[in-house]
């Protein structure tokens, strides 16, 4: 199996690697990377528990080759938290419980960071489109919602400078 | 009637409340409330309290660990090689090729077993499973030899070197077929049969009596079909033998470490304490993660065998295909009535498919499980249930769906059966049902099939879920529809649950008793630890469990830490499944923490220098009765146990409960839900769905509305979306996400919830389970809303799923279609 020399950029930290030309991303990711927190529940691409950001959108790792993200820049659950603090999508899920068993949590994360970065004030049905790639077998997904809705809201709260004084 | 308007008296229910004004609570019958009971503060965040949850932050930032997650120094990689055949002999395994390969270490075979005499295991339910066959297989997508490698890649490469010659048996795939015994599917067994087991309950006689009687029979032959709980994380194992130690860790996903581990000492030989199974964080169980499957086995005898670890990772087609399935019930269910429209009996004739073998997750005596609850909600005369169970060419069924031990199977008939009554004798489903109830006084209620139910208030629940939807209105909004030729159905479940097994006399599973535990330890600063024989897969225990010792304790809730799911740190336990952990470990916290609290009395009374019989215990403290300004918090009890504890008194505070429960908990609830129905197309809208649930004292209001959504969405899916197919040559057709079809959350209504609160008066603190409440009684409301549109039309059943295609030849039989 022939090996190729890769350099990704995940989570703003360049990586440069020998993989085999059929490894996974996901695989690249968990097991040469040690980033854990993307999982795999299917093998058809459904299930979306593999969801990562490449350069700017969102794939499902496992249906991607890691020479494919060659040059590439990767966001993985692990980056969304900055300068230790939680992302407001991550203060939803906690606050609004949108998790339970927490395997699909990362990959919804990431599909619900996407449409607010394109859509920062989507309708119910909007983000229910929006994650309806990403499977959650415990939740119901009514939780998921309303923690996407409290991100939406508080990402739109004007900032302290913002406010006319 | 009148069901809606809140302002009004509640004509119907009124005759039942309000009698529970028990003083004291001396009485058994208990009373119903609809505010959930606070009596810490917040900062202590006990019983009643909304809490985040405490698990969270780690799954939120991607740092949980599954495991998949787990990674070992020199860790080789186990791949399946599956039989393509449901039923065929096995001529020849040719594993040279694999061999060959770079970086394979092992192929092992049934023969390779055999040498260990571990090519069979023992199921669930003591009948005998294949762990790898020698000369045949009896279901598609059967283990039959594993690849060992370095890599996960090469691994799948040697699966496709390996072998193997079949021949092509004929195959059984029809239970009604099997029952003839013309095609055998275990010929190892001594009676040459495909029988497995004939189950009664009740009184045949006194039914016989009953329906020779009634005025009004209605009879169904209802099927629920096999379905798979796929969970999003798949099974898997990281075994890790060490030889010079001779201790096997097992990293696993299992929902009963503790069980699990006796298992393996029994069947490998291995002693039990050499033997850890640690259960890390589970990406969701439902019943799945119960059993040990072939796999696991294997990858355990293979680090065993090799002195390596081996990691085992199924993926998600080797999941569905393969692995435990719920269901695949028959019933032959008949209701009767007297003149009067009331329920005087009920009888049944089923028939169970187990697959290969009958590795149900039942409790031992109760081979279909908990099914004879079905005489549900309603007060009748008799009741008699017929049961065989029958071998087929398909893997082992009879694992929960998110259910405990049978019930989904019983409420669904029961539920639809009542419904039929009911349109059958014109009287509106609501009304027929609360003219039908077991009323709130008659508590504790005694079955025609033997069952205690120990507290109800079932007219309270349905009273409450037709206010909350406007039931009156609903029902003038379907009939202007329906004179406009548009398809709309209101359906009504009142289901009864039985969960929390259970006392020790009956529950066991290969004897084991299913007791449960806690053990918690108070460090001297005041901080806790406490350990469970349960185990969590996303229901939270680490919060809720905090808030029953908070409760208890007067701990803050963020003080005590919670542990489960490493056989080597946590007291025995059955683990959790079937609704089973708050009734049962939940009542081992409590009494574990009354254990604690009894004895901080005596080190309080030491430190305040009075008798223990001056104090009293006030949420946080033992205080002198009279003068409160005199008392000890239970941190400073915590401390002088460490420092100042009285000369005949042990140090330390901490304590273990093996809580045997004396009963059962029977959670209840009403679901109505609101269909349209597409005439072109037979597409089911769920419009509405309103589903008050009644589980006791609630521990924390959060985390009760997320197990209720997701166990509602676990009702919708099989009621409208899943089941696992195969073709008369036995072959699964559903061996995907694009073919078994979970809900996403498009397809999933907006639930809308609420509860009434009739506590457990057994349970120490008033609560029962509630996780698979919401998958038992949703189905029925949803089939019963879509017969419910079309009974005009002639409609009187759809099994589930109620698929478009069912909906439309419905219509189209009737001549409706557009």
């Known amino acids: ?165 | 009637m009148n069901y809606h308007d809140p302002h009004k008296p509640k004509h119907l229910a009124d005759r039942f409340e309000n009698k529970h004004a028990v003083p004291n609570g001396a009485s058994a019958v208990v009373a119903t409330t609809e505010t959930v009971r606070v009596t810490t503060p917040a900062d202590i965040g006990g019983m009643g309290h909304r809490m985040k949850r405490k698990e969270d932050p780690r799954f939120i930032q991607g740092k949980g660990r599954y495991v998949d997650d787990i990674k070992l120094p020199g860790m080789l990689y186990m791949d399946i090689v599956r039989s393509p055949y449901a039923h065929a002999k096995i001529l020849n395994i040719d594993a040279s090729a694999a061999l060959a390969l770079d970086g394979v270490v092992a192929v092992i075979t049934g023969k390779d077993l055999a040498a260990h005499n571990l090519h069979w295991m023992p199921t669930l339910m003591s009948d005998t499973q294949m762990v790898l066959p020698i000369d045949k297989v009896v279901y598609y997508s059967q283990e039959v030899a594993c690849v060992i490698a370095t890599s996960r890649y090469i691994a799948a490469d040697a699966v496709e070197q390996v072998m193997v010659d079949y021949e092509p048996l004929d195959v059984v795939v029809d239970p009604y077929q099997a029952l003839k015994d013309e095609t055998l599917v275990r010929d190892d067994k001594e009676l040459k049969t495909n029988r497995i087991w004939h189950w009664e309950a009740g009184d045949k006689e006194a039914t016989d009596k009953v329906f020779a009687a009634a005025a009004h029979v209605v009879k169904e032959h209802i099927y629920l079909p096999r379905i798979h709980v796929a969970s999003i994380e798949t099974c898997g194992m990281v075994a890790n033998f060490t030889p010079a130690t001779g201790k096997m860790q097992l990293y696993m996903t299992t929902q009963a470490p503790h069980a699990i581990r006796t298992v393996f000492a029994l069947v490998s030989g291995l002693p039990e304490h050499r033997i850890q199974v640690i259960s890390p964080d589970i990406g969701g169980g439902f019943g799945g993660k119960v059993p040990v499957y072939p796999g696991y086995v294997v990858c355990a005898v293979a680090s065993l065998l090799l002195g390596k670890p081996v990691k085992w990772i199924e993926d998600r087609s080797e999941n569905l295909t393969a692995d435990s399935f719920a269901r695949d019930y028959h019933l032959e269910a008949e209701l009767a009535a007297d003149a009067n429209g009331k329920i005087t009996g009920l009888r049944v004739n089923g028939l169970a498919d187990h697959g290969c073998a009958d590795a149900a997750a039942n409790p031992s005596k109760f081979p279909a499980g908990l099914f004879s609850i079905c005489t549900g909600s309603y007060d009748m005369q008799a009741a008699h249930i017929n049961f065989d169970a029958v071998y087929t060419n398909k893997p082992p069924g009879g694992v929960a769906y998110r259910c405990s031990f049978r019930v989904t199977e019983a409420v669904h008939m029961i539920e639809r059966l009542t419904d039929i009554m009911a349109h059958e004798l014109g009287e509106d489903p609501a009304a027929f049902r609360m003219k039908n109830f077991i009323p709130a006084d008659h508590f504790p209620y005694k079955s025609p099939t033997g069952w205690e139910y120990d507290s109800g208030n079932y007219h309270a629940a349905l009273q409450k879920a037709l206010d909350m939807i406007g039931y009156d209105a609903l029902r003038q909004e379907q009939a202007e529809k329906r004179a406009r030729g548009e398809l709309m159905g209101i359906g009504i479940s009142s289901f009864t649950e039985v969960v929390g097994a259970g006392p020790a006399k009956d529950y066991d599973i290969l004897g084991i008793k299913m007791f449960d535990s806690a053990e918690i330890r108070i460090h001297p600063t005041g901080k806790a630890i406490a350990r469970f024989g349960t185990k969590s897969q996303g229901q939270g225990h680490e919060t809720t469990y905090a808030q029953i010792i908070a409760e208890e304790l007067g701990l803050p809730m963020a003080d005590v830490d919670v542990e489960e799911g490493d056989t080597d740190t946590a007291p025995y336990g059955l683990g959790t499944y079937a609704s089973r952990s708050t009734p049962t470990a939940g009542a081992a916290a409590v009494m574990a923490s009354r254990k604690i609290k009894a004895k901080a009395r005596k080190i309080a009374a030491h430190l305040l220098e009075v008798s223990e019989d001056d104090l009293e215990w006030n949420i946080n403290k033992w205080q002198v009765k009279g003068s409160p300004e005199q008392a000890k918090t239970i941190q400073e009890i915590a401390f002088a146990a460490y420092t100042n504890h009285p000369p005949d008194v042990e140090a330390g505070l901490e304590a273990t409960d093996y809580y045997n429960p004396p009963n059962l908990t029977f959670p209840f609830g009403s679901y109505i839900c609101v269909v349209d129905i597409d005439k072109g197309t037979g597409e089911v809208h769920v419009r509405r769905f309103v589903a008050i649930d009644d589980c006791g004292n609630i521990i924390n209001p959060l985390v009760v509305e997320g197990q209720v959504h997701g166990g509602l969405t676990m009702g919708l899916a099989p009621a409208l979306y899943e089941e696992i197919v195969y073709d008369e040559n036995g072959q699964c057709l559903t061996g995907t996400f694009a073919d078994y079809l979970l809900p996403t959350a498009v397809e999933s209504p907006k639930w809308e919830t609420g509860h009434t609160i009739t506590p457990s008066p057994h349970h120490p603190i008033g609560a029962k389970g509630v996780g698979e409440s919401p998958t038992v009684g949703a189905p029925p409301a949803i089939a019963n809303a879509v017969v419910d549109a079309l009974w005009h039309l002639g409609v009187r059943h759809i099994d589930i799923p109620i698929t478009p295609q069912k909906v439309w030849q419905a219509l189209r039989d009737a001549g409706v279609t557009d």
């Open chain 1, 1 to 165: 199996m022939s090996q190729h020399k890769i350099t990704v950029t995940v989570n703003g930290q360049a990586v440069t690697q020998e993989v085999e030309s059929r490894l996974l991303l996901v695989h690249f990711i968990r097991e040469n990377l040690d980033l854990t927190g993307t999982h795999i529940g299917c093998d058809t691409t459904s299930c979306g528990a593999c969801t990562i950001s490449l350069n700017g959108r969102t794939v499902k790792s496992c249906t991607v080759f890691a020479v494919q993200a060659n040059g590439g820049e990767i966001e993985t659950i692990e980056g969304v938290a900055q300068g230790g603090q939680l992302h407001p999508l991550q203060e939803g899920f906690w606050e609004k419980h949108g998790l339970q068993c927490g395997y699909c949590t990362p990959g919804m994360i990431m599909s619900a960071k996407h449409l607010l970065a394109h859509n920062p004030d989507p309708s119910e049905m909007e983000i229910r489109q929006a994650i309806s790639g990403n499977l959650c077998r415990c939740t119901g997904y009514n939780k998921i919602v309303e923690a996407i809705q409290y991100a939406a809201a508080k990402l739109n709260q004007p900032t302290p400078e913002e406010v006319p004084a």
